[in-house]
């Protein structure tokens, strides 16, 4: 399955974004699915993963109560809803799919999109 990611943007802290996740190839539903982040200067890191079903999720601690994700197996489609931004949510996110489910390190995911930028100014 190929992956595209989209929806970056600059937003203002406090703001909203949405991005979107297209999968395109062999069957989506057949992934476990997360998103990544990586800001300048520092390593990749585990945003959230939702499951093959819809219907389980998992966050990382820094976006958990703002952040949600979700997707829709029907449209090949995965999201991030991003809430009350903060600067410190600046980075390029990529979207992954694996095979494990919750998987929050890299290793877990085996497919990735080219990443997205977001820009959240103070």
């Known amino acids: 399955v190929q992956l595209q990611a989209s929806g970056g943007g600059l937003v203002q802290a406090g703001g909203s974004l949405r991005l979107s996740c297209a999968a395109s190839g062999r069957t989506f539903s057949n992934y476990a699915t997360g998103w990544f982040r990586q800001a300048p200067g520092k390593e990749r890191e585990f945003v959230a993963a939702?499951?093959?079903?819809?219907?389980?999720?998992y966050y990382a601690d820094s976006v958990k109560g703002r952040f949600t994700i979700s997707r829709d197996n029907a449209k090949n489609t995965l999201y991030l809803h991003m809430s009350r931004l903060k600067p410190e949510d600046t980075a390029v996110y990529y979207c992954?799919?694996?095979?494990?489910?919750?998987?929050?390190?890299?290793?877990?995911?085996?497919?990735w999109g080219q990443g997205t930028q977001v820009t959240v100014s103070s």
């Open positions: 939702i499951s093959w079903t819809e219907v389980s999720t």
């Open positions: 992954a799919a694996g095979d494990r489910y919750p998987a929050a390190i890299m290793a877990g995911y085996g497919l």
